[in-house]
């Protein structure tokens, strides 16, 4: 993959570098907050080589690359000057929704060490299986070293992010994180666990730890950003930059041990406690609904509300029950891309799965849900099934994770302890289930025997079961003349049109008797039910499709009764059309059954 002209192409078709505010990315994702979304070409972006979708989202402009996606930023930012941060010259944002302003501000903040906190939980989960099998001792020094390269990063969270989060809000960044250093400063956590209280200037502070902390900091840093820009104004540039952060950190500190970070913990512990209360009131119903909708939640941004209370069960409480039933719902997807692999003949979609079910079983599921199993619908349906079953297990085993990671395989080790065979099975049978339902059940028969296009050939399924006949034959000179373009004819015995292509509903005639429809490729097709059967004025038809939705081949478009339209006096030859017939060489097949089967094939005129 050519990642710099990827990153120029993208640039480009979002509108420019002077249309973005905000530019960083995830695991599989560039996230853009522009400053006008409708000045960025999505179908052009959607179509260059290496990306896999577009999502708008959360007020977030995301082009889902996959896993070459940091290479691909770093040509963005070297091409444009931008940095994996909110860019101070910009003006602000011109957001008023609420939860996506805080929805992007928790992903922006976690993001950029996501990764780092991913391999430490893992490191520490592998430590936790090493010493369960007694391969290592937890008193040795081997131990105690990995351990501590394992840990550092959660006991010392709120300073990383101290520092991500003054990133998001414009805060001095070095500030922030010295705010954010001295609650966790050695001597005032030994007195905070000894229970002593201090007093500033007469107040007393409430002994709390911050080691591990989430809320507190976020909540502190969101004040500094209140605080700071007052405090620049007061005083004037040549003594700006020592002033500012010596009255930053000498009314924050204090402010956060006394007010700020009790309150920070104190609403750390609701969220605990309600999120404990629902899921020891029905773990296994509670696993089954965070099981099946957790990708969906994934798809709408909204799965990083979820990521603070997580981080905060285990800093309060040790552990937390919600990761182990992720772990089913994303390994769930990786079993549809492995019944996906196993059932289709199309070479691209059987090659894309191949690397889906890899990149799914390690947790990136991006480029299997947006590739594959969303655009082939039942895919994406039976995955959620699977991983509510396996999340209700799970969750009825109440397995823990003790430590954060992202749910894949890779995290099994986390989940040593209370109920983890429960962990095993569940990942099991989501992973099982998910392939065998989308193997038997997932795949229309036209996406499962779909060949691969070329880029200049195009495959047209029959739209309908019937008898095939020439276009040529057909009682209506127009049509007959090919005039409006070539195409084949269908003497009908079934009653359901689906689309020949994935693509576009480009019209939808009022009376139903005809239907547009763009493929992806470019092919311009009507779809005619009858001849002058516009006549009917939509008695016997029964539209399913509106214009401008999108349809993948083999999606039902409308429903129609042929013999009552005999009756009626008219003839319900179904004809399949390519309008723009000039720019291919259309050729039709020699058999004479409909069977949803190839009756066109397109060549592309060079």
Request: hydrophobic share 50%; with cysteine; charged share 15%.
């Amino acid at each position: 993959m050519d990642y710099e002209k990827l990153a120029t192409d993208i640039v480009k078709n979002i509108g420019g570098k002077e249309n973005i505010n905000t530019a960083w990315h995830c695991a599989t994702r560039l996230r853009f907050k522009l400053k006008d979304e409708s000045k960025a070409k999505t179908a052009e972006i959607e179509n260059l080589d290496g990306v896999i979708t577009v999502v708008q989202s959360a007020g977030q402009y995301q082009v889902v690359v996959g896993n070459a996606v940091a290479n691909v930023f770093e040509a963005i930012a070297r091409q444009t000057g931008l940095d994996n941060e909110e860019q101070k010259t910009q003006p602000q944002e011109k957001e008023t929704n609420l939860v996506n302003r805080f929805i992007a501000f928790i992903s922006g903040t976690f993001t950029p060490f996501l990764g780092a906190m991913a391999g430490a939980g893992i490191l520490k989960g592998l430590l936790a299986l090493f010493v369960a099998l007694n391969w290592m001792s937890a008193t040795s020094g081997t131990y105690e070293i990995l351990y501590a390269a394992g840990d550092s990063l959660f006991n010392f969270l709120p300073i990383f992010l101290a520092f991500t989060a003054a990133k998001r809000l414009n805060v001095n960044q070095y500030v922030a994180v010295a705010l954010a250093a001295s609650l966790v400063y050695p001597t005032l956590v030994a007195t905070a666990t000894k229970a002593q209280t201090l007093h500033f200037i007469g107040i007393p502070v409430v002994p709390t730890t911050y080691t591990s902390s989430v809320i507190p900091i976020l909540l502190a840093v969101w004040i500094l950003s209140f605080i700071e820009p007052v405090l620049n104004n007061i005083f004037p540039e040549a003594v700006r930059n020592i002033f500012t952060p010596l009255f930053s950190l000498a009314i924050m500190v204090p402010l956060t041990m006394i007010v700020v970070g009790p309150l920070g913990s104190s609403v750390g512990n609701v969220l605990s406690t309600m999120v404990t209360s629902i899921y020891n009131f029905a773990p296994a119903l509670a696993g089954a609904i965070m099981g099946a909708f957790w990708q969906v939640f994934v798809i709408f941004g909204v799965h990083w509300t979820f990521v603070p209370v997580m981080m905060n069960n285990l800093g309060k409480m040790g552990y937390d029950p919600l990761l182990p039933i992720l772990c089913a719902a994303v390994i769930s997807q990786a079993g549809a891309a492995l019944g996906i692999f196993l059932k289709t003949k199309d070479k691209k979609q059987k090659a894309l799965a191949g690397s889906g079910v890899i990149t799914g079983i390690f947790g990136i599921t991006e480029p299997i849900i947006y590739g594959l199993t969303l655009k082939l619908k039942r895919p994406f349906i039976y995955a959620v099934i699977s991983g509510g079953i396996g999340g209700a297990i799970i969750g009825g085993f109440q397995v823990r994770a003790s430590s954060f990671t992202l749910p894949s395989l890779l995290a099994i080790p986390t989940y040593l302890g209370k109920g983890f065979i429960g962990s095993i099975i569940g990942i099991a049978v989501s992973f099982v289930l998910g392939a065998v339902l989308t193997y038997f059940f997932g795949l229309s028969k036209s996406q499962a025997v779909a060949e691969e296009m070329d880029g200049e050939t195009e495959k047209l399924l029959a739209p309908v079961q019937g008898t095939l006949i020439p276009l040529t034959s057909v009682n209506d000179e127009v049509f007959a003349s090919e005039a409006m373009g070539k195409g084949i004819a269908i003497v009908p015995t079934d009653n359901k049109v689906v689309s020949p292509v994935s693509g576009t509903i480009s019209a939808v005639y009022p009376t139903g008797h005809a239907i547009g429809i763009i493929s992806d490729q470019g092919a311009e097709i009507l779809i005619h039910i009858g001849i002058n059967t516009v006549k009917l004025n939509g008695k016997y038809f029964e539209t399913k499709v509106k214009q401008e939705q999108r349809v993948d081949q083999g999606d039902e478009l409308l429903a129609f009764d042929p013999a009552k339209i005999k009756e009626a006096g008219y003839d319900n030859t179904v004809m399949m059309i390519v309008t723009n017939t000039k720019q291919y060489e259309v050729i039709s097949t020699q058999e004479t059954a409909a069977e949803h089967n190839t009756v066109l094939t397109l060549q592309l005129l060079k």
